[in-house]
């Protein structure tokens, strides 16, 4: 019987202080005790500290390969990620981060519910701040909001995938994309283990709230059409509320001769409609925009990432073959 085979996916921006401790001394261990042929894929994103020199130095264990994807520049986690997938070449395949937050020590739990039939095991966070968890609340009420119910909460990066879903994820031609969700999109059943991220092994995340906030958008508008239905459907009760509170203000006011009291201004009236129908129109026109600029960037068709393969190392594609 051919011996089952694992890939595991460490996408790497600016970790040169903790990189080598972390391949060597985190995840290397895990690894050589599984029954498996293993290939580590360490994708360095345009790295600028010297990140991809500490990778080079790294000695892979016996029965581990390690790979190098090395980009031109930076180009993006999620970019990473995929790059990652497309050359994997395992049975199986795990997504984690460089920092050493996501547990290594489940790498075997998710491995077990693979053998058992699973064709997706995603970790699932239990030990966020306070801050964290509110954040996270908000962003999955808003993606349910907008119809996508797949979405788990909690749900990381850290995750096992089947040869089969990973085929079916390199077939996507998306440029805006985020792996998890698209993940989440190809329906395929999935199993998830509860996990506590743990703290960096060292140096500061690259992860800044601005890049953060702009993952968030990138979710609402690659994942669903919604915005743009809401704005729709809430551009037309205001128009319809308007009217009825215009034709109250004229029927009370002017008709009846204001026999409430009210005392309405025309002008303050019509000043207060029109200041929120002009806002309304400009939080619609960016929305669109949103939508357009994606239009615009699948257009250009340019290729997702570049490779440096003079940097890069035992650097093989794997054929895409589908039963």
């Not at 996408?11 to 599984?34: D, H, M, T």
């Not at 460089?98 to 239990?126: C, F, L, R, Y």
């Not at 996990?195 to 508008?221: E, H, I, M, N, Q």
């Amino acid at each position: 019987m051919t011996k089952r085979s694992l890939s595991v996916i460490v996408p790497v921006y600016n970790e040169a202080v903790g990189i080598k401790s972390f391949l060597e001394r985190q995840l290397f261990p895990v690894l050589v005790r599984l029954q498996y042929k293993v290939e580590v894929l360490v994708i360095d994103d345009g790295s600028t500290d010297g990140s991809l020199k500490k990778i080079n130095e790294v000695k892979a264990p016996r029965g581990i390969t390690l790979r190098i994807v090395a980009f031109t520049k930076n180009f993006g986690k999620e970019v990473a990620l995929t790059a990652g997938l497309k050359y994997a070449k395992a049975d199986a395949v795990i997504m984690l981060d460089a920092d050493g937050q996501h547990p290594v020590s489940a790498i075997p739990k998710m491995i077990k519910k693979w053998e058992k039939g699973a064709m997706i095991v995603t970790a699932v966070n239990n030990g966020n701040s306070t801050r964290h968890k509110v954040a996270s609340k908000m962003f999955y009420l808003v993606m349910r909001a907008m119809g996508n119910q797949s979405i788990h909460e909690g749900a990381m990066d850290f995750r096992l995938l089947d040869r089969v879903v990973v085929d079916e994820y390199n077939d996507f031609s998306e440029h805006n994309r985020i792996a998890r969700g698209l993940i989440d999109w190809l329906g395929f059943p999935q199993e998830y283990i509860k996990v506590s991220t743990l703290k960096r092994t060292s140096g500061k995340p690259t992860y800044s709230r601005k890049k953060l906030a702009r993952l968030a958008l990138d979710s609402f508008v690659s994942m669903s059409s919604a915005p743009l239905t809401l704005f729709g459907r809430l551009g037309i009760f205001i128009t319809v509320t308007s009217f009825i509170f215009g034709l109250f203000i004229l029927v009370q006011q002017y008709i009846l001769g204001d026999p409430l009291g009210l005392d309405w201004s025309g002008a303050v009236a019509m000043s207060v409609f029109v200041s929120f129908l002009v806002g309304l129109v400009l939080v619609s026109q960016a929305i669109t925009a949103l939508y357009i600029s994606r239009i615009h960037a699948e257009t250009k068709n340019r290729p997702l990432y570049v490779i440096d393969r003079k940097k890069s190392k035992n650097l093989r594609e794997r054929k895409n073959v589908k039963s």
